[in-house]
């Protein structure tokens, strides 16, 4: 029984440089989430995926951000042009979604960006 | 709006006391979801308890126990007889049915388990 899985778990780049994540959810999960959290604070929402279909884009997501699920299972995290504010732990989250009820988001042990 | 409050940023308790995480959350629609979730010094956020707007029986799994009281918007959180592995961030997280997919966390209490 596999849990969630993020790569890379640390990532130190220089301002300006792209930087891509990876998550791999649970295996029977058709829901995928990104969140970000910076010390002291609780996880923040960023997107989420239905299979490939990204249905929802939070307002921190900004232009530099983009997210795919191309297949519907694996999803990357792409910030283009870093700033010193991206700096944060970066979280992926998958859960089961039937019907209308709300699902438990299991999360993975994210990966932790310094942009210097 | 959706919001949830945990007053309290840092708790510290010696080993075996009782300690009680307090939760504070607000919305306007009729159903949601409440969790709790563990985040330990390594970083991965673990599930504790999820519990829906229409059940407000209270649970006990081991030595951790929740209340859930609709008339206070509270879910709050006790562990009973504290241990050093308690220690940890615990997050409270509202998710509303009308308010999409994504969960809203609260900032986190950390607790500190003394030997």
């Known amino acids: 029984d596999t849990g969630v899985s993020q790569n890379p778990r640390h990532k130190i780049t220089k301002r300006g440089q792209n930087v891509t994540f990876r998550c791999d959810p649970i295996s029977e999960h058709n829901r995928l989430y990104w969140y970000r959290q910076t010390l002291g604070q609780g996880p923040e929402f960023l997107t989420y995926?239905?299979?490939?279909?990204?249905?929802?884009k939070s307002r921190l997501l900004s232009d530099r951000f983009s997210a795919e699920r191309p297949k519907g299972s694996f999803s990357t995290l792409e910030i283009q042009r870093t700033e010193q504010g991206d700096s944060a732990m970066y979280l992926c989250?998958?859960?089961?979604?039937?019907?209308?009820?709300?699902?438990?988001?299991?999360f993975g042990p994210g990966t932790r960006l310094l942009v210097l | 709006a959706q919001k949830v409050t945990q007053a309290q940023t840092e708790i510290s308790v010696v080993e075996k006391e009782d300690v009680t995480l307090d939760c504070v959350y607000e919305t306007r629609d009729t159903t949601y979801y409440l969790f709790w979730y563990k985040q330990p010094p390594s970083g991965e956020l673990v599930f504790l308890i999820r519990?829906?707007?229409?059940?407000?029986q209270n649970e006990i799994s081991g030595r951790y126990s929740w209340n859930f009281q609709k008339s206070t918007s509270s879910f709050n959180f006790t562990i009973t007889a504290s241990q050093v592995v308690d220690s940890a961030v615990y997050f409270c997280a509202l998710s509303a049915h009308n308010y999409g997919q994504n969960f809203v966390f609260g900032p986190g209490t950390r607790l500190s388990v003394l030997p």
């Open positions: 989250a998958s859960s089961f979604r039937l019907g209308t009820d709300q699902e438990t988001q299991y």
């Open positions: 995926f239905q299979n490939e279909a990204q249905l929802e």
């Open positions: 519990r829906n707007s229409f059940d407000e």
